[in-house]
């Protein structure tokens, strides 16, 4: 079974400061994906990383940075906390090798809130 | 722009009964549409997928239909059971990205 783990279940920081929300998958996939969750918004992608120290901008990367230094790995980092960043934030991996259908495994989420 | 919709927010069904989940899209250029379940305080999980080549793909109690003259797929869910209340995202496929549309509550009443 293809597992994701998402280091918090919520968090709550104060506007300004840095925050990390880290991801793990233990499948060995390629491809490793944040999005954030907002009612009536659907998921939407921020960054998305096909390889190790690659990483691709999404939909929505204003005010976000990644990182991937190893293939299990994918930390997506707020540089400093605002109040609309306050959200569902998801992980998800797939492996890259399903082309059109790769379906993507996801975390169980991080519900960050910005005070 | 929004390149995939769905436009009821919500769905409300009794047990036993069908639910009918919609979505509609804008690019021709895709590969596949999958739908996702996601239940509160998990994270989405994989349903079904249909194929562009393809205009229905059933699987157990789920089916989606594709109408690409009209780029409109629909997810039936036949019988519906309480265990399928929760919120059903459909999403596009652009090689292993995935653009998700707005979701939709189903709930199903006992």
New interface residues.
Partial sequence: DVK?TQSS?YLVKRTGEKVFLECVQDMDHE?MFW?RQDP??????IY?S?DVKMKEK??IPEGYSVSREKKERFSLILESASTNQTSMY?C?S?S?LA???????????TRLTVL | DQQVK?NS?SLSVQEGRISILNCDYTNSMF??F?WYKKYP??????LI?I?SIKDKNEDGRFTVFLNKSAKHLSLHIVPSQPGDSAVY?C?E?S?????????TQLTVNP
């Avoid at chain 2, 305080?41 to 994989?46: K, L, N, Y």
């Fill in positions: 994701v279940r491809n999005y009536g918004l659907g998921l939407r992608l998305f096909y999404g939909d998801l998800a797939s890259g082309g059109g259908d790769d379906e993507q495994f996801f975390g169980p989420g | 769905q927010p590969d596949y999958l305080a998990e994270g989405p999980t994989f997928s194929s995202f999403a496929t090689g292993s990205r995935l653009t998700f549309g707005e979701g």
